[in-house]
């Protein structure tokens, strides 16, 4: 057992999986390397996977939407489809790869995090480059993978004279990567459509990460997300245009705008509505943080039922059984990770010490 009064987590004994596979001396020698000099690069490996997951499955969607229109092959896409494959890859994402980093796949989310200091600056910008460039070459690899049909559909529009007033629009083959706005919408509307549903995003996403939230036990706080992106999608990419989702993760839209530059040059950049796709959703995430803290949050939340069961003056839990189990595996997983010794320590200090290292990153 850790040192008693070093973390309130209930103390178990936990089976690793490091305890029960045999592994080569090869293999231990990496692990060694990677939970120590090494772990800041895994985190970062994880976040652009991550980001890469849910662009390379929207923008891939929206590909086969915006090119069968023009190369008229209607029917390989639609607007339900481009939600449910962001959503797909969202799940993807949150469950390969956020065990690892945490999960946070977006700059806005990654500043939520500094602002309550559960990471450091330093870390911080490394989860942000590393979240943009996974943007960047999932959009290149979608480029390459559709290519034959993207040019096929520039010569059709150049045939036809429409080229230069439709390459850099929502409908465009431009627009498969970055978003551009439709000419004559206001931008002050799209800005709100953005900033809220951003917004509401967020909320969902700050109440999934809440361990005293009995309506959304860790199983299922990738899905209640996934979904949350999907519905906005589903509802409001038409106030941006058609065929386009609205921007909501400042990663997925200046990566896709860098891959869309390095391919097109300045005529993708978008103009003035590129700033509100990529700024917009981390303010709206920020303030939807806050709220959720300042307003919905509540360290003594209980259920209806266990305010019941307390006349019987029987303990309240604050963190719900299935997320203290939860946030126990983590804190095993760093504890082993980190050949921390479950043992009582000959030096009590330092293990207390280490133990609150652990705590603070999980």
Not at 58 to 65: C, K, L, M, P
Not at 116 to 139: E, N, S
Request: with cysteine; hydrophobic share 50%.
């Amino acid at each position: 057992m850790a040192v008693a009064g070093s973390h309130h987590l209930r103390q178990r004994d936990f089976v690793h999986l490091a305890d029960i596979k045999p592994r080569s001396n090869a293999y231990i020698a990496w692990e060694h390397r990677r939970h120590r000099q090494a772990h800041w690069l895994v985190e970062c490996a994880a976040e652009f996977m991550g980001v890469f997951f849910y662009v390379f499955a929207g923008v891939g969607s929206t590909a086969s939407f915006i090119l069968s229109g023009t190369a008229q092959l209607n029917g390989l896409g639609s607007l339900f489809q481009i939600g449910t494959a962001y959503a797909f890859g969202i799940l993807f994402a949150i469950v390969v790869c956020a065990p690892t980093s945490g999960g946070h796949f977006n700059p806005a989310m990654t500043i939520a995090h500094l602002i309550f200091k559960r990471v450091t600056p330093a870390k911080a910008l490394r989860y942000i480059v590393a979240q943009v460039l996974g943007a960047y070459v999932a959009c290149l690899l979608v480029y390459v993978q559709w290519r034959d049909l993207i040019m096929e559909v520039i010569e059709i529009l150049e045939a036809a004279g429409k080229l230069d007033a439709v390459m850099f629009t929502a409908n465009g083959p431009a627009g498969i990567f970055a978003i551009y706005a439709t000419p004559g919408v206001s931008l002050g509307r799209i800005f709100l459509n953005e900033f809220v549903c951003d917004f509401l995003i967020g909320l969902v996403i700050w109440a999934c990460l809440d361990p005293t939230n009995f309506s959304a036990p860790p199983a299922a706080g990738p899905w209640i997300i996934s979904f949350a992106y999907a519905v906005v999608v589903w509802g409001y990419s038409p106030v941006t245009a058609p065929s386009q989702p609205v921007a909501t993760n400042a990663a997925r839209d200046v990566g896709a705008r860098l891959m869309a530059l390095t391919i097109w040059g300045m005529p993708a950049g978008g103009g003035s509505y590129a700033a509100i796709a990529a700024l917009t959703n981390i303010p709206a995430t920020l303030l939807a943080v806050a709220f959720y803290e300042f307003v919905l949050a509540d360290s003594s939340r209980v259920t209806a039922f266990e305010k019941y069961m307390s006349l019987t003056s029987l303990v309240l839990p604050v963190v719900t059984p299935i997320h203290a189990d939860f946030l126990a595996g983590h804190l095993a997983h760093e504890e082993h990770s980190q050949g921390v010794i479950r043992e009582a320590s000959a030096s009590p200090n330092l293990d207390e010490k280490s133990h609150e290292q652990i705590i603070e990153r999980v």
